[in-house]
């Protein structure tokens, strides 16, 4: 079964600085694909980016980028000039590819880290 | 306005009383999914749907229950709570296998 790991339960970061969120997953499959999700107080969760295993370049949305590592099943979210509305817990997720593929609906979530920004 | 709706978004209810949380998505989605949130796990799935009529187990699917008869509603049923089903629920749901998926506000259910 597939894994999330997020190492970093907490994390701080001072406004308009720059900061770098970990991510690790086992799979033994080599079609996937991989979100993170933001969480702010309100509950709600929202997308922030998706990347597909099959293609190398790294994904981007505005000030939030990944680094996705699939050989080393690493998937870190960079966040670039923080504002404090990036104040939130955010979580990794990975998902298989369809079910007739063998794999399931089914989106598998790291224990997510808490992000503050400092003013 | 493209959404996942739930109903209630809190409620407190005693040991033993059927339950019923609500579901709908007016997105016209396949999958249809249950999560629950507890401090410390991330979340966890409970059931998902491929469409109406189908449904399936997630991983912690013990004391739940589900239905899918229209594709637009997918409710979460609880035959009889027990407080360690205190937790944080979401409904989702996604239009294809590895989209994205789309979640309701969230119920914050307390079984005492």
């Known amino acids: 079964a597939q894994t999330v790991t997020q190492s970093q339960p907490e994390m701080s970061v001072q406004e308009a600085e720059t900061v770098t969120l970990s991510c690790t997953y086992d799979?033994?499959?080599?079609?996937?694909?991989l979100f993170w999700y933001k969480q702010p107080p309100s509950r709600q969760m929202i997308l922030v980016i998706r990347?597909?295993?099959?293609?190398?370049q790294n994904a981007t949305e505005n000030r939030f980028s990944v680094n996705f590592q699939k050989a080393a099943k690493s998937f870190s979210l960079k966040i670039s000039d923080s504002q404090l509305g990036d104040a939130a817990m955010y979580f990794c997720?990975?998902?298989?590819?369809?079910?007739?593929?063998?794999?399931?609906?089914?989106?598998?979530f790291g224990k997510g880290t808490k992000l503050t920004v400092n003013p | 306005e493209a959404q996942v709706t739930q109903n209630p978004r809190y409620l407190i209810t005693v040991t033993g009383k059927k339950l019923t949380v609500t579901c709908s998505q007016n997105?016209?989605?396949?999958?249809m999914s249950w999560y629950r949130q507890d401090p410390g796990l991330g979340l966890r799935q409970i059931y998902y749907?491929?469409?109406?009529?189908?449904?399936d187990k997630g991983d912690v699917p013990e004391g739940y229950k589900v239905s899918r008869k229209e594709k637009r509603n997918f409710p979460l049923i609880l035959e009889s709570p027990s407080p360690n089903q205190t937790s944080l629920y979401f409904c989702?749901?996604?239009?294809?296998?590895?989209?994205?998926?789309?979640f309701g506000q969230g119920t914050r259910l307390t079984v005492v």
């Open positions: 989702a749901s996604s239009p294809r296998p590895g989209s994205e998926a789309f």
């Open positions: 799979t033994s499959e080599s079609d996937y694909y």
């Open positions: 990347q597909e295993a099959y293609k190398q």
């Open positions: 997720a990975y998902r298989s590819p369809s079910q007739t593929q063998g794999g399931s609906e089914k989106l598998v």
């Open positions: 997105m016209n989605h396949e999958y």
């Open positions: 749907s491929m469409n109406v009529e189908v449904t």
